[in-house]
Nanobody, 116 residues
Framework: QVQLVESGGGLVQPGGSLRLSCTAS????????MAWYRQAPGSQRELVAT???????NYAGSVKGRFTISRDNAKRTVWLQMNSLSPEDTAVYYC??????????WGQGTQVTVSS
């Protein structure tokens, strides 16, 4: 059974930084795209950033220049470095993997709270 295990969330002051990580366990086929999504209370889940197997990245406009997504294919791990955090970044963050066979997997979610 495949599981995506996230870590790195928490409480941080405005202007601070956090680094999220997500690692796949279990038998999983080759991973195509990896991504981070987030969902704030009362809002729909939104795409934050994606990274292809070759390392090409895309970001939501609201995080561009502040967040960096990266991956290690051998470790089946994706990271999200978040800098200059603001209260608007408060949300539950989810990692997402899509395999080359078209299977989708989600992490359990990790809470990020930005508050003074």
């Amino acid at each position: 059974q495949v599981q995506l295990v996230e870590s790195g969330g928490g409480l941080v002051q405005p202007g601070g930084s956090l680094r999220l990580s997500c690692t796949a366990s279990g038998s999983i086929s080759s991973i195509a795209n990896m991504a981070w999504y987030r969902q704030a209370p009362g809002s729909q889940r939104e795409l934050v950033a994606t990274v292809t197997p070759g390392g090409s990245t895309n970001y939501a406009g609201s995080v561009k220049g502040r967040f960096t997504i990266s991956r290690d294919n051998a470790k089946r791990t994706v990271w999200l470095q978040m800098n200059s955090l603001s209260p608007e970044d408060t949300a539950v963050y989810y990692c997402y993997y899509r395999t080359v066979l078209g299977n989708d997997y989600w992490g359990q979610g990790t809470q990020v709270t930005v508050s003074s």
